[in-house]
């Protein structure tokens, strides 16, 4: 009976360890998947006003949102002065948008089949 026990325990503690591991990897993949395509998140969350007018329209965003992020004299009223020595901070940022805009691209192509035809019912009734 002992014999028996003392294998019970060591299975017992044996996925007990893997478990945790399991658990770990787990969360590590919701952070990143919460952390990404929040454009996605934001524009689908039911309680905002955004809507889904034209296909890929969240990849469109986070794109044209990345360039801000990398280049934000583009958002300035006065004549453009090309490559500012600020930019060397700022484009860094703008390439982490640019890998959220990634994956927002992969999001909106598993959405495609819905988008489809809600952006067409959308554009024709306006």
């Known amino acids: ?3 028996w026990w003392n294998n019970l325990c060591f299975y017992g503690r044996c996925i007990k360890i893997v478990c945790r591991e399991w658990w770990r990897k787990i969360f590590a993949a919701e952070v990143v ?3 990404c395509g929040c454009v996605n998140l934001y524009t689908r969350w039911p309680t905002t006003d955004e809507k889904i007018t034209m296909v890929y329209q969240c990849s469109r965003e986070a794109a044209g949102l990345s360039v801000l992020v990398a280049f934000p ?3 300035s009223d006065g ?3 090309g490559f500012m020595w600020e930019n060397i901070f700022t484009i860094p940022l703008g390439c982490l948008c640019l890998c959220d805009a990634a994956v927002e691209v ?3 192509t598993v959405c495609l ?3 489809l035809p809600l952006a067409a019912s959308r554009r024709g009734g306006e």
Do not use: K
Request: charged share 15%; aromatic share 6%.
């Open 106 to 108: 992969c999001v909106d």
């Open 73 to 75: 004299q583009a958002m």
């Open 113 to 115: 089949p819905v988008d």
């Open 33 to 35: 998947m919460f952390a």
């Open 79 to 81: 004549p453009s002065r």
């Open 1 to 3: 009976m002992s014999g």
